[in-house]
């Protein structure tokens, strides 16, 4: 078992996406047909040992605890550590950009304090990665870092997303601070992902000694403090998408069709678990044409899908069309409807002979329970 625990912070921004986000927090946000965005962090934590993880949730948090439980997918559902669900402050919904507010944590001592560990795992829950956090805590150990970030070195694309951190890195000093791009000294190539290593000593002192832990950022704290704080970087290479638009949702789903990046997210050394549910196999009858897909279990399919996610479910009635599109649970398409670019929250009804056709940088969004 691993010296470590987890804190995965979902207390931050929500009604990014919209409709999506209007009644649930974006660590609950479907993704990838059957996932939600907390899995992945959630999972990768289990799977590197950990078996002590702490939840702070924000206000709209029923949609959380519906999709965890006790815990028990993810062997969370334990007489000692296990899954622990924290409230957090409606104060630490900060306007600007925040990580972890140490107001969110300070009302969360004990989880801390509780069956003390070596290091603590922090992450945020509005990004898709497969981070191997065995080799990050290793790295973090084996270098003798008080916090250790982890990082990616991004391509010019995935360099213009303005909620991301850029880190300030030199060659002899490595780590020296962080911040806008265009305010960094030296080669801002490499971004924070929203997750880190911190020694539990360490994050117990900074929350339970700081005169500012109401108004402060973990990384505001980090920042007054870097000359006495021994940080570093572990870079990730792999597949890495930031959620924090519309645009960026359903980009990071059509995503999942390419086989290369299915295969790495979703490696069985290292699964991404979820919340069981026993529905029968999706049934295709005779009428129904379906091509480069992700589709999920329940499903009844008379039409024609292509290029689209789709949801435990959802009926697709005979002469629709849908192409590039994410369809979440149970949803109803009507005979003859066509959905282009197109995104539909659970429990949504599309009638018979409707036509919704977005653009991909800006689908069309129909919220959850909406008939159309």
């Known amino acids: ?29 479907p993704f990838g047909a059957r996932y939600r965005m907390l ?45 622990f669900i924290m409230p957090g402050s409606p104060e630490g919904l900060r306007v600007g950009l925040s990580h972890f507010p140490l107001r969110d944590l300070r009302q969360n001592l004990e989880f801390l304090r509780r069956g003390v560990k070596r290091d603590v795992v922090c992450s945020e829950a509005d990004f898709i990665a497969n ?39 030199t060659a002899e000093q490595g780590l020296v601070g ?26 117990d002192e900074i929350v339970a000694s700081s005169p500012f832990v109401e108004n402060m950022d973990m990384f505001e704290f980090l920042a007054d403090n870097k000359r006495h704080i021994r940080m570093g970087v572990f870079e990730h290479t792999g597949f890495y998408r930031k959620i924090s638009s519309i645009e960026s949702y ?35 009858r005779t009428t129904a044409s379906v091509s480069n897909c992700l589709i999920a279990s329940g499903c009844l399919i008379d039409g024609t899908v292509s290029g689209s996610v789709i949801s435990r479910g959802v009926r697709i009635e005979e002469g629709a069309h849908v192409r590039d599109c994410v369809i979440m649970q149970r949803s109803q398409i009507g005979k003859n409807a066509r959905l282009e ?19 991909p940088g800006e689908p069309v969004v129909i919220g959850k329970n909406a008939v159309v």
């Open 250 to 284: 359903f980009r990071s789903n059509m995503d999942l069709l390419e086989p290369s990046v299915h295969t790495e997210l979703f490696n069985t050394d290292n699964p991404i678990l979820t919340k069981i549910k026993d529905t029968p196999p999706t049934k295709y």
């Open 131 to 169: 981070i191997d956090v065995s080799r990050l805590l290793a790295y973090h150990r084996n270098c003798d870092f008080d916090v250790t970030l982890v990082g990616k070195s991004m391509g010019s694309e995935e360099e213009t997303w303005e909620s991301m951190l850029h880190l300030d890195m």
């Open 39 to 83: 899995d992945f962090m959630l999972s990768c934590m289990v799977n590197a040992g950990i078996r002590k993880v702490g939840i702070v949730s924000p206000y709209n948090y029923r949609p959380l605890l519906d999709h965890l439980g006790s815990g028990k997918e993810w062997s969370l559902d334990r007489k000692s550590d296990g899954l």
């Open 341 to 359: 670019n197109v995104i539909l929250d659970k429990h949504v009804i599309v009638n018979d002979n409707v036509i919704l056709k977005g653009d």
């Open 178 to 203: 962080w911040g806008d791009k265009k305010g960094l000294e030296h080669d801002p190539s490499m971004v924070y992902l929203g997750m880190l290593v911190i020694k539990c000593e360490l994050l």
């Open 1 to 29: 078992m691993s010296q470590a625990m987890g804190l995965i912070s979902c207390n931050n921004r929500s009604g990014l996406l919209r409709a999506i986000t209007r009644s649930r927090p974006m660590a609950a946000v």
